[in-house]
């Protein structure tokens, strides 16, 4: 069977073609197209986003078709994201799904965004099989799953404030790097001293396994003003690198203590911060072979994800129809 996946909860339009092979999936197209224009407003506004999905969807889709050499009527299965995300943008990839499923006569499925992280993680490891453990960490979003079977989920913890994403990003506007500043906070620490400063890394006294990194971005905020322009200039590299550093090690404190109470075969790391460097090399020490980081191009938003996702959920459940609509705050245990 072969899925015609579209993916636009946020600021990437993306749409792929995914067939299934088994019990695992094969990825015989895939197309990103990732939006700028937010930069200069050092985040991401939801009317430009939805605005700029419109503008490119039928080229990304047309594209992903192509590169597939498939036509329209050659796919089995149409899907998109259908939450979490911005509500304006999740409605123009499911309506615009929904429009094919339904011009082609084909069965449609809304797919949890959060779960599609989740798959990313088969994606990148073909022969990864459940139950495991995954620590989704993006943008918006940081979580601790247990994955018991292919759609059965338990929500171990979450971040009880901001994402890791957030406090990359929030992080960086105050260093003045502009946004999204994940990347360039990973490109500047390879160059700095983790141990320039030591950020507090926060201790959550409630039971379970939850994040926080509300605090620790009010540190690095009180830091910079107590040291002065001239001073962060001068040391950017090592802030970034001492700022990183509390990130990863307040994730590997908590995922830590999860895998250890747990002790699950697998380890999976996916999201967009899973790209991040030095999150990487911690974790791969900490877990060794036991750890699963998604490839680099499934850890962004991408609808390959979504694809594989849609094909194990029809799989097990059935078609949603044309019914269905947005859930912006759809959880991640939510199918």
């Known amino acids: 069977m072969r899925v015609l996946a579209v993916e636009t909860s946020c600021d990437e339009t993306s ?66 994201t259908k939450g979490p995300g911005l509500a304006a943008s999740l409605i123009v990839g499911v309506e615009f799904s929904k429009t094919l499923a339904l011009a082609a006569d084909k069965p449609f499925v809304g797919v949890n965004h959060l779960i599609g992280h989740v798959y990313s993680a088969y994606l990148s490891k073909p022969d990864l099989r459940p139950p495991f453990l995954a620590l989704i960490v993006s943008g918006g979003h940081t979580e601790i799953v247990m994955v018991k079977d292919w759609y059965s989920f338990v929500l171990l913890g979450h971040t009880l404030d901001d994402a890791a994403g957030e406090a990359f990003d929030k992080g960086g506007r105050a260093l003045g790097l502009g946004y999204p500043a994940g990347p360039k906070i990973d490109a500047l620490s390879r160059k700095g001293n983790r141990d320039f400063h030591r950020f507090p890394i926060p201790r959550i006294k409630r039971r379970g396994y939850y994040f926080s990194f509300s605090g620790l971005k009010t540190a690095l905020l009180n830091y910079i003003r107590d040291k002065g322009e001239g001073f962060v200039r001068e040391n950017l590299h090592h802030i970034a690198a001492s700022y990183q550093e509390a990130i990863v090690r307040h994730l590997l404190s908590v995922v830590k203590r999860a895998f250890d109470d747990l002790n699950p075969p697998h380890l999976a790391v996916v999201g967009g911060v899973a790209l991040n460097s030095r999150l990487r090399e911690v974790f791969g020490e900490e877990f060794g072979e036991r750890v699963v980081f998604s490839l680099p191009r499934y850890c962004t938003d991408n609808a390959a994800m979504i694809g594989a996702a849609a094909l194990k959920k029809y799989e097990l459940f059935g078609e949603d129809g044309q019914g269905v609509s947005v859930y912006p705050y759809l959880g991640v245990i939510e199918p």
């Not at 985040?43 to 490119?56: C, F, K």
């Not at 889709?61 to 192509?66: D, G, I, P, Q, Y």
């Open 15 to 80: 749409a792929s073609v995914v067939e299934g092979v088994g019990d695992g999936f094969r990825v015989l197209s895939l197309v990103v197209k990732s939006q700028v224009v937010h930069e200069r407003f050092g985040g991401v506004v939801p009317e430009l986003a939805a605005r700029a999905h419109v503008e490119v969807i039928y080229h990304v889709v047309k594209r992903a078709l192509e590169e597939a050499s498939l036509g329209v009527g050659d796919v089995d299965l149409y899907a998109a």
